[in-house]
């Protein structure tokens, strides 16, 4: 029984009509539920030339469903004090309802009619779309935003679905009629390829029951699987962007990487950690930030996927700095691929990584967000129980050659937006 | 009848001889204990020369103390597994860590060492100069944050609230490392500070561990009042700014009243009608105000009808008057001047009219289930127990919850009336010049 109120397990229950469900008990003196409904809904799934539709179509069902329209569904929210929020992702499209646990069940209906009911109202399809154009202004205009689209346009090839960002063109979106986002709503909002995660203070048995009975019209075929173009991106190298009347330069150096259920990514993780992406001890914050004094931020991410994935290193600094910059993030990106860490900073990195797993449980939707991931990428149920020990098995010399493969120099692109002319 | 209270952890309070007030809410489920030290300093106690200078030390008390070198701090809390981070504000400087319960020593003695020792030595503050810089550079990217920081520039011609918390750039280049020391040693000690822990801990030890800690720092640090009053406005005052960006955005300012003033829960439930939440008490995660509110009356007024793809207004809780906000950015193709105009006459009739009962009764459905779990976790606990013991006293929060769920529709129109008047109003407006993209 401890198992079933231990929130870093997970439960794979029997699924209900093809949609996947996973319960997670809520952690310890916790007052409210998450659930969380993910399809695959992503914007990998745009057909060409339509390209925005996973997106607007994500941002649609959280505004009005079946019997409410979006001023009355965002009454019921506030009287429930709860919240529904949406995350577009290439792969797949989540959606969130989070509130009071007392009210999980109630709640959960409401996840289910949003999920499956949406009303597409004409008026809500034209908001959706204005917000979106100027969306794509700010990508273009703003550089921290126009950095990270021109590095996945650098890393992957034209079709690949982790190419863009998901919002699309101004033709593409004049493009898309209302029935053309009820459609990729019918074939991707689907039970089948679906997943439905409950964080809730409930076992098992009952979490299956609520979700049959929410969920229980939710029909449609097989999810679709993402088809991954081959190639290479745009062009590799140093690609520059000068945006003038801007303070501030933005630079991000990445390439293409591994997905998350590869045998080596718990070492390519400490690599990434080590690199730039535990804050405060990784190498890029100490070298730019804390030695250099030569940026507010550095760091590194490492985006592994269910189909694959992306590496990045990035840093905001002077227009006068960005050279040496850069060069202070290729040379540790050669040093982590090249050298291996010593124990102690594997230990060191390992550790705070190991440590701040309590820090996950401080409140449900924390602790939901370990279940998704879990769930999304089928994990065991254990995964987080057991990452500790699957952590500490890994040896420097794996680190470095994680990194060899995972922060790889292959495909790598150098993009730098900001303004260069100042320089 | 009782009055309604929010829900949250029981706390135990005490002060230290050296003046330091603590306050202990322990949570014996926890996994995890949150340590926060609150100083009663900010931009409002700075000055023309040395803007920034909060935010400034804020950063270089990570650069050093007796105990710990520079980097020490940072890797001592992340070792464990613990994240720590600070923010300065007008009102004040707070700095947290949130441990894994067993190490809430870690935290415990680093607060201790550099609430009087941090070292603020020359070859580092030269060196976090250019890291204030790029946090400023970064921060001007955003056109958003240079209409805010221009509104508030005209909106207060003698009060410190004039300037942002970042600081003028001609003050980040100019101050001297002997300025941010004697503006620490004023201003940092027992006397100006606050102490909360959250979370996972036996409240007996802790409070021995924290006198054993803290009770021999020496007394000092100076909670200094801000004398200086703005002069009431007398006629609107306006700018426009012009540079990259998407499409026309502006801000609109009015002078508002402190958290503590009688007025305050009219204002609150103003925000919550005009632009759908409330800072004090919204649902969800916290403090920020990101999600879209379709019942907002700018919303429906705005973004219906197509003129704007966001908008909201903003009341912040601040120590002395401050400003109350529209914020709207407009739909392709719709002007600066179209925009305005659909803003401000909202916002007369909204002063004619006043709300609607059913607007009263869900900006108070609102505030009352937000404040059900608003104590979620350690960290939110010692978050807001610190922010109102800071800025008022730990009953405050009662107080104001109860207020807010008293006012009346007349309240909010009189406070509607007071407020959104022509002489008083301050705009700021951001014309994008389509500066080329790099394309």
Same mark, same amino acid.
């Given at each position: 029984?401890?198992?079933?109120?231990?929130?870093?397990?997970?439960?794979?229950?029997?699924?209900?009509?093809?949609?996947?469900?996973?319960?997670?008990?809520?952690?310890?003196?916790?007052?409210?539920?998450?659930?969380?409904?993910?399809?695959?809904?992503?914007?990998?799934?745009?057909?060409?030339?339509?390209?925005?539709?996973?997106?607007?179509?994500?941002?649609?069902?959280?505004?009005?469903?079946?019997?409410?329209?979006?001023?009355?569904?965002?009454?019921?929210?506030?009287?429930?004090?709860?919240?529904?929020?949406?995350?577009?992702?290439?792969?797949?499209?989540?959606?969130?309802?989070?509130?009071?646990?007392?009210?999980?069940?109630?709640?959960?209906?409401?996840?289910?009619?949003?999920?499956?009911?949406?009303?597409?109202?004409?008026?809500?399809?034209?908001?959706?779309?204005?917000?979106?154009?100027?969306?794509?202004?700010?990508?273009?205009?703003?550089?921290?935003?126009?950095?990270?689209?021109?590095?996945?346009?650098?890393?992957?090839?034209?079709?690949?679905?982790?190419?863009?960002?998901?919002?699309?063109?101004?033709?593409?979106?004049?493009?898309?009629?209302?029935?053309?986002?009820?459609?990729?709503?019918?074939?991707?909002?689907?039970?089948?390829?679906?997943?439905?995660?409950?964080?809730?203070?409930?076992?098992?048995?009952?979490?299956?029951?609520?979700?049959?009975?929410?969920?229980?019209?939710?029909?449609?075929?097989?999810?679709?699987?993402?088809?991954?173009?081959?190639?290479?991106?745009?062009?590799?190298?140093?690609?520059?962007?000068?945006?003038?009347?801007?303070?501030?330069?933005?630079?991000?150096?990445?390439?293409?990487?591994?997905?998350?259920?590869?045998?080596?990514?718990?070492?390519?993780?400490?690599?990434?950690?080590?690199?730039?992406?535990?804050?405060?001890?990784?190498?890029?914050?100490?070298?730019?930030?804390?030695?250099?004094?030569?940026?507010?931020?550095?760091?590194?991410?490492?985006?592994?996927?269910?189909?694959?994935?992306?590496?990045?290193?990035?840093?905001?600094?002077?227009?006068?700095?960005?050279?040496?910059?850069?060069?202070?993030?290729?040379?540790?990106?050669?040093?982590?691929?090249?050298?291996?860490?010593?124990?102690?900073?594997?230990?060191?990195?390992?550790?705070?990584?190991?440590?701040?797993?309590?820090?996950?449980?401080?409140?449900?939707?924390?602790?939901?967000?370990?279940?998704?991931?879990?769930?999304?990428?089928?994990?065991?149920?254990?995964?987080?129980?057991?990452?500790?020990?699957?952590?500490?098995?890994?040896?420097?010399?794996?680190?470095?050659?994680?990194?060899?493969?995972?922060?790889?120099?292959?495909?790598?692109?150098?993009?730098?937006?900001?303004?260069?002319?100042?320089? | 009848?009782?009055?309604?209270?929010?829900?949250?952890?029981?706390?135990?309070?005490?002060?230290?001889?050296?003046?330091?007030?603590?306050?202990?809410?322990?949570?014996?489920?926890?996994?995890?204990?949150?340590?926060?030290?609150?100083?009663?300093?900010?931009?409002?106690?700075?000055?023309?020369?040395?803007?920034?200078?909060?935010?400034?030390?804020?950063?270089?008390?990570?650069?050093?103390?007796?105990?710990?070198?520079?980097?020490?701090?940072?890797?001592?809390?992340?070792?464990?597994?613990?994240?720590?981070?600070?923010?300065?504000?007008?009102?004040?400087?707070?700095?947290?860590?949130?441990?894994?319960?067993?190490?809430?020593?870690?935290?415990?003695?680093?607060?201790?060492?550099?609430?009087?020792?941090?070292?603020?030595?020359?070859?580092?503050?030269?060196?976090?100069?250019?890291?204030?810089?790029?946090?400023?550079?970064?921060?001007?990217?955003?056109?958003?944050?240079?209409?805010?920081?221009?509104?508030?520039?005209?909106?207060?011609?003698?009060?410190?609230?004039?300037?942002?918390?970042?600081?003028?750039?001609?003050?980040?280049?100019?101050? /001297?490392?002997?300025?941010? %020391?004697? *503006?620490?040693?004023? !201003?940092?000690?027992?006397?100006? &500070?606050?102490?909360? @822990?959250?979370?996972?801990?036996?409240?007996?030890?802790?409070?021995?561990?924290?006198?054993?800690?803290?009770?021999?720092?020496?007394?000092?640090?100076?909670?200094?009042?801000?004398?200086?009053?703005?002069?009431?406005?007398?006629?609107?005052?306006?700018?426009?700014?012009?540079?990259?960006?998407?499409?026309?955005?502006?801000?609109?300012?009015?002078?508002?009243?402190?958290?503590?003033?009688?007025?305050?829960?009219?204002?609150?439930?103003?925000?919550?009608?005009?632009?759908?939440?409330?800072?004090?008490?919204?649902?969800?995660?916290?403090?920020?105000?990101?999600?879209?509110?379709?019942?907002?009356?700018?919303?429906?007024?705005?973004?219906?009808?197509?003129?704007?793809?966001?908008?909201? /207004?903003?009341?912040?809780? %601040?120590? *002395?008057?401050?400003? !109350?906000?529209?914020?709207?950015? &407009?739909?392709?193709? @719709?002007?600066?001047?179209?925009?305005?105009?659909?803003?401000?006459?909202?916002?007369?009739?909204?002063?004619?009219?006043?709300?609607?009962?059913?607007?009263?009764?869900?900006?108070?459905?609102?505030?009352?289930?937000?404040?059900?779990?608003?104590?979620?976790?350690?960290?939110?606990?010692?978050?807001?127990?610190?922010?109102?013991?800071?800025?008022?006293?730990?009953?405050?929060?009662?107080?104001?919850?109860?207020?807010?769920?008293?006012?009346?529709?007349?309240?909010?129109?009189?406070?509607?009336?007071?407020?959104?008047?022509?002489?008083?109003?301050?705009?700021?407006?951001?014309?994008?010049?389509?500066?080329?993209?790099?394309?």
């Amino acid at each position: 029984m401890a198992e079933a109120n231990d929130p870093l397990r997970i439960e794979y229950l029997p699924p209900v009509d093809g949609l996947a469900v996973v319960r997670q008990a809520t952690p310890a003196g916790s007052g409210s539920f998450s659930a969380t409904y993910v399809g695959p809904a992503g914007w990998g799934f745009d057909e060409r030339g339509a390209e925005g539709a996973a997106r607007l179509v994500n941002q649609l069902v959280t505004s009005a469903a079946g019997p409410y329209d979006r001023v009355a569904l965002a009454r019921r929210l506030d009287r429930a004090g709860a919240t529904l929020s949406r995350q577009c992702a290439p792969e797949s499209s989540e959606v969130t309802v989070w509130g009071p646990a007392d009210a999980w069940e109630k709640l959960l209906e409401l996840l289910a009619l949003v999920v499956q009911r949406p009303r597409f109202d004409p008026e809500d399809v034209g908001r959706a779309r204005r917000q979106m154009v100027e969306r794509q202004l700010r990508e273009a205009a703003q550089p921290a935003q126009r950095a990270e689209l021109e590095l996945l346009r650098g890393i992957f090839p034209p079709g690949h679905p982790y190419r863009g960002t998901g919002l699309g063109s101004a033709r593409s979106l004049a493009k898309l009629s209302r029935e053309s986002l009820v459609r990729f709503h019918r074939d991707h909002y689907t039970s089948g390829g679906g997943l439905l995660v409950v964080t809730a203070p409930a076992r098992g048995e009952a979490v299956r029951r609520a979700a049959r009975r929410c969920f229980r019209s939710f029909e449609g075929p097989r999810g679709p699987t993402l088809q991954l173009a081959r190639g290479r991106g745009t062009r590799g190298g140093v690609r520059t962007f000068d945006l003038r009347g801007r303070s501030q330069v933005e630079l991000r150096l990445g390439g293409p990487s591994i997905a998350r259920r590869d045998p080596v990514f718990p070492a390519a993780f400490l690599a990434n950690e080590i690199l730039g992406g535990r804050p405060l001890l990784s190498r890029l914050f100490q070298r730019v930030r804390e030695r250099g004094g030569l940026a507010y931020h550095a760091s590194s991410d490492l985006e592994a996927m269910r189909f694959g994935g992306y590496w990045l290193a990035q840093a905001g600094t002077g227009a006068d700095r960005w050279k040496r910059v850069v060069a202070m993030l290729d040379s540790e990106l050669r040093r982590i691929r090249e050298v291996s860490p010593t124990s102690q900073e594997v230990d060191l990195v390992r550790e705070s990584a190991i440590g701040e797993i309590p820090l996950s449980l401080e409140t449900t939707a924390e602790a939901h967000e370990l279940a998704v991931d879990a769930a999304y990428h089928e994990l065991p149920e254990d995964h987080w129980r057991t990452w500790p020990s699957t952590l500490r098995s890994v040896r420097p010399a794996a680190v470095r050659d994680a990194a060899r493969e995972a922060l790889g120099a292959t495909g790598m692109v150098t993009v730098v937006v900001g303004p260069l002319g100042a320089a | 009848m009782r009055s309604p209270r929010v829900p949250r952890p029981p706390t135990r309070g005490f002060s230290l001889d050296n003046g330091l007030r603590v306050l202990l809410a322990p949570d014996g489920r926890s996994p995890t204990a949150s340590v926060w030290v609150w100083y009663r300093v900010g931009s409002r106690n700075e000055h023309p020369g040395i803007t920034g200078a909060s935010h400034w030390v804020e950063h270089m008390l990570f650069e050093g103390s007796p105990r710990y070198a520079k980097g020490e701090i940072d890797r001592a809390v992340v070792r464990v597994g613990g994240e720590l981070n600070a923010f300065t504000d007008a009102d004040f400087t707070a700095y947290f860590s949130t441990v894994p319960r067993e190490h809430l020593g870690v935290p415990l003695d680093i607060e201790s060492d550099r609430m009087t020792r941090a070292l603020i030595t020359d070859e580092e503050v030269a060196r976090e100069r250019t890291v204030i810089f790029s946090e400023r550079e970064g921060n001007e990217n955003w056109p958003e944050f240079r209409v805010e920081e221009e509104l508030y520039q005209l909106a207060f011609r003698e009060h410190p609230y004039r300037w942002d918390p970042l600081g003028r750039r001609e003050d980040i280049e100019r101050m /001297s490392a002997e300025q941010l %020391r004697e *503006y620490y040693r004023r !201003f940092y000690g027992t006397r100006n &500070a606050l102490l909360v @822990v959250a979370g996972g801990f036996d409240p007996g030890a802790v409070a021995s561990e924290v006198r054993r800690r803290f009770g021999p720092l020496p007394e000092g640090g100076e909670d200094v009042t801000v004398r200086v009053t703005e002069p009431p406005a007398r006629g609107e005052r306006r700018a426009e700014l012009s540079g990259p960006g998407t499409t026309p955005y502006l801000q609109l300012g009015f002078h508002a009243p402190a958290l503590g003033d009688p007025e305050t829960p009219a204002t609150i439930v103003l925000d919550a009608i005009l632009g759908g939440e409330t800072r004090l008490f919204s649902a969800g995660s916290g403090w920020g105000r990101s999600a879209e509110h379709p019942s907002s009356r700018l919303y429906q007024a705005l973004v219906d009808r197509g003129l704007a793809v966001r908008a909201t /207004s903003d009341w912040r809780p %601040r120590s *002395y008057p401050g400003l !109350f906000t529209v914020q709207a950015q &407009a739909a392709a193709g @719709v002007s600066l001047d179209r925009l305005e105009g659909a803003i401000v006459r909202l916002l007369d009739r909204f002063a004619r009219e006043g709300p609607r009962p059913a607007e009263m009764e869900e900006a108070r459905t609102k505030v009352r289930r937000a404040a059900v779990l608003a104590y979620e976790g350690a960290s939110r606990t010692g978050f807001r127990l610190g922010f109102f013991s800071t800025l008022r006293s730990p009953r405050f929060e009662d107080e104001i919850f109860a207020s807010i769920l008293r006012v009346t529709g007349r309240e909010v129109r009189t406070r509607a009336r007071e407020l959104f008047r022509p002489e008083t109003r301050v705009v700021v407006r951001y014309r994008p010049t389509g500066e080329a993209n790099g394309g």
